[in-house]
């Protein structure tokens, strides 16, 4: 079921990449041509040029000991496999003060990916409630009140302008007070370049670790899919807020650039835990590094 709804979802990125492939390996060309043009075709697929290379000199070292399509296919699978089950993706909630933080750039599609998660530990059994830490723009208060109607969740939130700490403060609170095991904080969208606000984001994390020791026990970094290579500058400018815990990766359904997981997972040295298929509720999938290899591959 994950391997089938991957695949579909892959269908551009592997439209770029297998066809020219397939295509590669079977022109008669040297061994040697056949790896650059390779390291080319992963590049189209938005895998970064440090990381394809790293990739292809390893395939190399490989295949200069066998021959033939199959050999080139599974070294290259091979490796693409080691870097994405590098580390692993499984989310680390307490069971009875699980708290989650959501963080990223403007429009990277958090409030959607959280109200997501969301459904998916409601599914679970657990009693989730939800924080609109996004005290700056209305609608996304608005937005998250809509989710949580819609999932039947309690949404904790400030006015507008407010202190999103002090938003954070009332919901750890409730979380202790009001029967709730769960809580999952939606945070504003900041240019990740801008000290002050990712400052802010440090606040936020310590007001629910004074209210809460241990928590947050997972940060998740939301990172747009569909925008490929281009989402790793400002990914490494959130990597200096401390505790990033993993990726959600957002967009992936109708991207070509499904290529970039590779490198996000490379780079960053972070877990890819989600990714988001759609705009639904239970568009979402736990990442898994071999579905998503054979999806590449199938």
């Known amino acids: 079921m994950v391997i089938a709804s991957l695949r579909e979802k892959l269908s551009r990125t592997r439209q ?18 056949i790896l650059e043009e390779l390291t080319e075709t992963l590049i189209l697929a938005d895998v970064g040029v440090p990381t394809a290379e790293k990739i292809m000199e390893a395939v190399g070292r490989i295949v200069r000991k ?12 091979g490796e693409i496999l080691a870097i994405l089950g590098r580390h692993p993706g499984r989310l680390n909630l307490d069971p009875k003060t ?4 959501m963080v990223g750039v ?8 959280l109200a997501k998660l969301a459904r998916r530990l409601q599914g679970e059994g657990r009693n989730c409630l939800l924080v609109a830490g996004d005290t700056f723009r209305a609608a996304a208060q608005e937005q998250l009140a809509v989710w949580g109607r819609k999932l039947g969740m309690p949404v904790i939130k400030g006015p507008y302008g407010a202190d999103p700490a002090a938003v954070a403060f009332d919901a750890a609170r409730s979380l202790k007070t009001q029967g709730f095991d769960t809580m999952l904080v939606d945070t504003a969208g900041r240019i990740h370049t801008n000290s002050n606000l990712m400052n802010e984001l440090e606040k936020v994390k310590r007001v629910i670790a004074r209210e809460i020791p ?6 998740l970094l939301v990172l747009d899919a569909s925008i490929g290579q281009n989402s790793l500058p400002q990914a490494r400018e959130f ?3 401390a505790g990033l815990t993993g990726v959600f990766l957002s967009k992936l359904d109708g991207t070509a650039k499904g290529g970039s997981v590779v490198t996000i997972a490379d780079e960053l040295g972070l877990p890819i835990k989600f990714v988001g298929t759609g705009e639904g509720e239970d568009d979402l999938l736990e990442f898994s590094a071999s579905s998503f290899v054979d999806a590449l591959f199938a």
């Open 239 to 241: 990597l200096k807020f």
């Open 16 to 33: 770029v990449f297998r066809q020219r492939f397939e295509d590669i390996l079977k022109s008669g060309r040297s061994r040697e041509e």
């Open 214 to 219: 241990g928590a947050p026990q997972e940060i």
């Open 66 to 77: 066998s021959d033939g399509f199959d050999a080139v296919r599974e070294a290259l699978k």
């Open 98 to 101: 699980g708290v989650l933080m």
């Open 106 to 113: 403007n429009g990277g599609g958090k409030t959607t990916s």
